[in-house]
């Protein structure tokens, strides 16, 4: 269903008028119209009792990006790694992703040990946890815009991935 900007929060109904989700997020690009998310009211009705205590399960505080191999910022030859990853496009003030330095650009290729290529699939594992829980995120940070594009041997590649990979525990409240 189409939303506009602003109905984050607010309920989705169906044609006979039923609440059946709250409406989360719309991507807001032209190019991706009508590219929409809502949790389930199911899903919305088991979460009520943290959300009247004040936990709010499964809050990261990024806003993510699925990218393929050759929209990537780095390389696989660089990285090791092939298919797609998440970007980080931004990061809430006080989250529990600034709070472990994430920043735009951060590429994520794992988190508990499981590869992440779209928004689902981060979805399926921080719904599987509870608040307080934690997740183990691997990716790489974006490198110096003069690295982008750039030929590197084998060495190079080596010491960049070295340099640039990251394995951060995030607690989720």
């Not at 590869?115 to 691997?138: H, L, M, W, Y």
Request: proline share 5%; charged share 20%.
């Amino acid at each position: 269903a189409p939303l506009n900007a602003g109905n984050s929060g607010g309920p989705l109904f169906n044609q006979l008028g039923q609440v059946i989700g709250v409406n989360t997020f719309s991507s807001g690009r032209a190019a991706s119209q009508n590219q929409n998310a809502a949790i389930a009211v199911d899903r919305v009705k088991s979460m009520l009792a943290d959300l009247e205590a004040g936990k709010n399960s499964g809050y990261v505080g990024w806003q993510l990006l699925p990218l393929t191999g050759g929209q990537l910022p780095l390389r696989p030859r660089t990285t090791g790694r092939q298919g797609s990853a998440l970007v980080v496009l931004s990061v809430d003030a006080g989250s529990p992703a600034d709070k472990k330095r994430f920043d735009f650009g951060d590429t994520i290729y794992e988190i508990d040990g499981t590869p992440v290529r779209k928004f689902q699939d981060v979805c399926d594992i921080v719904n599987s946890k509870a608040s307080g829980d934690t997740i183990r995120v691997e990716g790489y940070r974006f490198p110096p815009l003069a690295l982008y594009g750039a030929r590197l041997n084998s060495l190079q590649s080596a010491i960049l991935r070295g340099g640039l990979h990251f394995r951060r525990t995030i607690k989720l409240r």
